[in-house]
């Protein structure tokens, strides 16, 4: 590939565009969402098909949303919101329910690694999480030593593993046709359904994945010369139209892998392990798929959730470390923060919680973390004087007020039903 895009063709010039979207879209892949909707399928067969199908949409809008916020104004979401926050008490108050849920991700990936190592080699699980914790540390020094352009390759790279490791068990063992029909239409099934369907939702519209992407956009696309407010008008509104258009096809095509492995996954199980005992964990799946359909899906399956782990590992340290740099203007090595970080998902590990469990309840509390990162989102995006001529459109913003609606609800609705109802 020719080092200066703009000296090549028009398709290596479009390819060089994209990158940034399918980095973030492994957050959408990481083991709490094979827990969720493995689990989903599991407990309810096809039933919550349509809060798969819902969250990827919504997901769509919302990536799009935070990397133009990123390539515009070359700022991350982070940062916007920290220059914005009048008192320190305010921005740190944010900061640290952001912490959390990024905390909450860490605990997802390095679990997910760790069962997955379990699985496969038979790894004692503590010892799982520290080797995928010291392999996500090796693909951060790739990102800060190799540049923006290299991490992505490698992360593309197991992406396209975590794919195929999730999607060949529907072809051994395909799904009902009329039941994913049936599992479009909006219903819960008591209390615990609607748990699993704030758990997917968590999983799938993550909140550190909202923060990733306006970073990862900002760093690949950071204003140029000729997009500075002193340069020329038309070639500057060019050049981003042109960034763009790109950037809707990069979002266009990392959902449709993402959206289509967490239907795979949910459609697996629904169609091979529904009221199979026990198969509402990993391990129990794993074993389930082994005997049911044979060792090359259940390995392939494990395989996925190892290069899951590894790859939403590395992306979400990324993520909190942009968090913590755009809300208290500290920047921590992320190296040092890695260190730091792994140590909630390692005490779970060391005490001996349930994996599956763990993984679940770390999606439940992503799910609640969404609206403060969503809201500020779609509320800076539609400001002019954040984005100028590349505001939101009023249809824009109405589809993220509805979505904002819609996960705030369905939280109400976990939360009441939990506490007051069955």
């Given at each position: 590939m020719?080092?200066n895009?703009?000296?090549?063709?028009?398709?290596?010039?479009a390819?060089?565009l994209?990158?940034?979207?399918?980095?973030?879209?492994?957050?959408y892949?990481?083991?709490?969402?094979?827990?969720?909707?493995?689990?989903?399928?599991?407990?309810?067969g096809?039933?919550?098909?349509w809060?798969?199908v819902?969250?990827?949409?919504?997901?769509?809008l919302i990536?799009y949303?935070?990397?133009?916020l990123?390539i515009?104004?070359g700022?991350s979401?982070?940062?916007l919101l920290?220059?914005?926050?009048?008192?320190?008490?305010?921005?740190?108050?944010?900061?640290?329910q952001a912490e959390?849920?990024?905390?909450?991700?860490?605990?997802?990936?390095?679990?997910g690694g760790?069962?997955?190592?379990?699985?496969l080699f038979g790894?004692?699980?503590?010892w799982?999480?520290?080797?995928?914790?010291?392999?996500?540390?090796?693909?951060?020094?790739i990102q800060?030593?190799?540049?923006?352009?290299s991490?992505?390759?490698v992360?593309i790279?197991?992406?396209?593993?975590?794919a195929?490791?999730?999607?060949?068990?529907?072809?051994?063992?395909?799904?009902?046709a009329s039941g994913?029909a049936?599992?479009?239409?909006p219903?819960f099934?008591?209390?615990?359904?609607v748990?699993?369907?704030?758990s997917?939702?968590g999983?799938?519209?993550?909140?550190?994945?909202?923060?990733?992407?306006s970073?990862?956009?900002r760093?690949r696309?950071?204003p140029s010369?000729?997009?500075r407010?002193?340069?020329?008008?038309a070639?500057?509104?060019?050049?981003?139209r042109?960034?763009?258009?790109a950037?809707r096809?990069?979002?266009?095509i990392?959902?449709?892998?993402?959206?289509?492995?967490?239907l795979?996954?949910?459609?697996?199980?629904a169609?091979?392990?529904a009221?199979?005992?026990?198969t509402?964990?990993?391990?129990g799946?794993?074993?389930?798929?082994?005997?049911?359909?044979g060792?090359v899906?259940?390995?392939l399956?494990?395989?996925?959730?190892l290069?899951?782990?590894?790859?939403s590992?590395?992306?979400g340290?990324?993520a909190g470390?942009?968090?913590?740099?755009?809300?208290?203007?500290?920047r921590i090595p992320?190296?040092?923060?890695?260190?730091?970080?792994?140590v909630?998902?390692l005490?779970?590990l060391a005490?001996g919680?349930?994996?599956?469990?763990a993984?679940i309840i770390?999606q439940?509390v992503l799910?609640?973390?969404?609206?403060f990162?969503?809201i500020?989102l779609i509320?800076l995006?539609?400001k002019?004087d954040?984005?100028?001529?590349?505001?939101?459109?009023?249809?824009?913003?109405?589809?993220?007020?509805?979505?904002s609606?819609f996960?705030v609800?369905?939280?109400?609705?976990?939360?009441?039903?939990?506490?007051?109802g069955?």
């Amino acid at each position: 590939m020719p080092k200066n895009p703009a000296a090549a063709g028009p398709r290596t010039r479009a390819a060089w565009l994209l990158g940034p979207a399918l980095v973030a879209g492994v957050a959408y892949l990481d083991p709490g969402n094979v827990a969720s909707n493995m689990t989903a399928g599991a407990r309810y067969g096809y039933l919550l098909v349509w809060v798969v199908v819902l969250g990827n949409v919504m997901a769509w809008l919302i990536q799009y949303l935070s990397a133009k916020l990123g390539i515009v104004t070359g700022q991350s979401l982070p940062e916007l919101l920290g220059a914005r926050f009048r008192t320190h008490a305010a921005r740190r108050a944010y900061w640290l329910q952001a912490e959390l849920v990024a905390m909450a991700t860490d605990v997802a990936e390095i679990i997910g690694g760790a069962v997955a190592l379990w699985l496969l080699f038979g790894v004692p699980l503590l010892w799982g999480g520290l080797i995928t914790g010291a392999v996500s540390i090796v693909l951060l020094l790739i990102q800060s030593r190799r540049g923006a352009r290299s991490f992505e390759f490698v992360i593309i790279g197991l992406m396209a593993i975590i794919a195929l490791g999730f999607t060949y068990g529907v072809f051994i063992g395909p799904p009902d046709a009329s039941g994913v029909a049936g599992g479009l239409l909006p219903r819960f099934d008591g209390t615990d359904s609607v748990l699993l369907a704030a758990s997917i939702l968590g999983a799938t519209i993550m909140p550190h994945a909202i923060y990733a992407h306006s970073s990862l956009a900002r760093d690949r696309f950071r204003p140029s010369e000729n997009r500075r407010k002193d340069a020329a008008a038309a070639d500057a509104a060019i050049d981003t139209r042109r960034v763009l258009r790109a950037t809707r096809w990069d979002v266009t095509i990392a959902l449709a892998i993402a959206g289509t492995v967490n239907l795979c996954i949910l459609l697996l199980a629904a169609a091979n392990l529904a009221g199979v005992p026990g198969t509402d964990s990993l391990e129990g799946a794993y074993a389930a798929l082994q005997s049911g359909i044979g060792p090359v899906v259940a390995t392939l399956f494990a395989v996925g959730l190892l290069a899951s782990g590894l790859a939403s590992s590395a992306v979400g340290a990324y993520a909190g470390a942009e968090i913590m740099h755009g809300l208290l203007r500290i920047r921590i090595p992320l190296l040092v923060r890695r260190l730091v970080t792994l140590v909630p998902a390692l005490a779970i590990l060391a005490i001996g919680v349930d994996p599956t469990l763990a993984l679940i309840i770390s999606q439940v509390v992503l799910s609640f973390g969404i609206p403060f990162a969503l809201i500020p989102l779609i509320a800076l995006t539609a400001k002019t004087d954040v984005l100028g001529a590349y505001r939101n459109r009023a249809w824009t913003t109405a589809a993220g007020i509805l979505a904002s609606v819609f996960l705030v609800a369905l939280n109400g609705l976990l939360l009441w039903l939990t506490l007051f109802g069955s």
